[in-house]
């Protein structure tokens, strides 16, 4: 007789990340002869600065055990990187480094006791994560009217239903999936609630530095006593496989980082040795690694902007993004025609763009919207970003990232775009040669 095996009730029901699921179904459809566009999982196009992979080959033979912390060299590294960045006063002893932000996310979730506040559209593994705790969340909508941002009236109405409640709110800017970021004066708002209700907040800006004009600005600024900084080296610095993520905390919450270490030192143990090495490179920066961004930052906002544009001409109202690699497109105005085509939810028509039309997407249900809202995901990333940058970097810095550019280096992207039209008009033939491929000629 088989053993019997009952999963855990907060595990069961939850299915693989929808990111990561994403990534693995296109990668299966390519290997059985598909064209995909792969704008489903959010990962960097850009290669790891040059620099950054010198060190980490030079420290490949470095294989004790380092600090549950992380590197002394490394926390400083991260703490100066803050300080020149986001203007925060901290010190190496108030940094603590993980196996990537999302594992220090769940640690932080196991060792903080209160509701985690989530506003939607988020990103897709807050909440599970919570489920798989067992912690209460709390779902704020966010309007497409307010550019799918948190309002402080809306932060307001949920403190103030219950003040004395323990919260741990998660703002995250540059925005997956939307692409928005928060001005100062919506921060500095923000920060006024978070500290009358005692709220902690965890400000994931790991698509910080990919603002697109280059002016992040960090809540931690405004609120420094009760702001956890989440960063990494993931989106910025092209190195998602590498896990490597950053938590800074302000003194106050000295209690906090070290109930999170002990957590893991009976977890994860430490970070890779070799990857903490290199990674200090990556945080003390240089002219190098500022060149790298300004160029990531230019291709990224003409890409954006062009994406866009194709699809507001086939009237789609999606924002113009301010960061990182994202849009979030709402298909609301083609509600009717679309059910005439039994399409009535976000996750119907992701799987009809992917099976008709050959474009990997995420619906909008998987990132804490309804179903019914006509809402998609897309990761403007499938390209080579090595050979755009070495196109750039060949070219006078004032060079323009025009149509014909993108056309060259981010046909793929474009060429998703442009299916995703054609799908909607039902003209899918024509996107066969769509413009993208006509600029390259």
Known sequence: MAPQVHLNMNVRGLEMSATVAINELS???????????????????????????????ANAAQKAYLAVRGLAELRDAIADYHQRRNGVPVSGDD????????????????????????????????????????????????????GWRLTPEKFEA??????????????????????????????????????????LVLSDEIYGELHHAGEHVSIARYYPEGTILSSGLSKWCGAGGWRLGTFTFPKSLRWLLDAMA?????TYTTTSAPIQYAAVHAFRGGMRIERYLAFARKILAALGAACRRRLVDAG????????????????????????????????ELARRLLDEAGVALLPGSDF?????????????????????????????LDTPVDEHFLAVHCH????????????LRGDLEASQAPRAQELRA
């Open 27 to 57: 990668a299966e459809l390519i290997r059985q002869g598909r064209t995909i566009s792969k704008l489903g999982l959010g990962q960097s196009p850009f290669p790891v600065p040059g620099t950054v992979v010198d060190a980490l080959r």
């Open 95 to 146: 940094v603590l480094v993980g196996p990537g932000s999302k594992e220090l996310m769940f640690v932080l979730q196991i060792v903080f006791y209160g509701e985690l506040v989530i506003p939607t559209p988020a990103w897709v593994s807050y909440a599970p994560q919570a489920q798989i705790v067992g912690r209460r969340v709390a779902f704020v909508a966010c309007d497409r009217r307010d």
């Open 158 to 199: 949920l403190c103030a239903g219950d003040p004395q409640r323990p919260r741990l709110i998660v703002l995250n800017y540059p925005s997956n999936p939307t692409g928005a970021t928060l001005a100062p004066v919506e921060l500095q708002a923000l920060a006024e609630i978070a500290r009358k209700y005692g709220c």
């Open 262 to 266: 002990t957590v893991a030192s009976e």
């Open 316 to 347: 789609v109202d999606v924002l113009e993004p301010q960061g990182g690699f994202y849009l979030f497109p709402d298909f609301s105005a083609h509600a009717e025609s679309l059910r005439a085509r039994g399409v009535r939810t976000s996750p």
């Open 368 to 396: 804490g919207r309804p179903r019914e809202e006509l809402t998609l995901r897309i990761a403007y990333v499938d390209f080579d970003g090595a050979k755009a940058l070495a196109s750039l970097e060949a070219r006078p």
């Open 412 to 423: 793929s992207v474009l060429q998703g775009v442009e299916r995703i039209c054609a799908w």
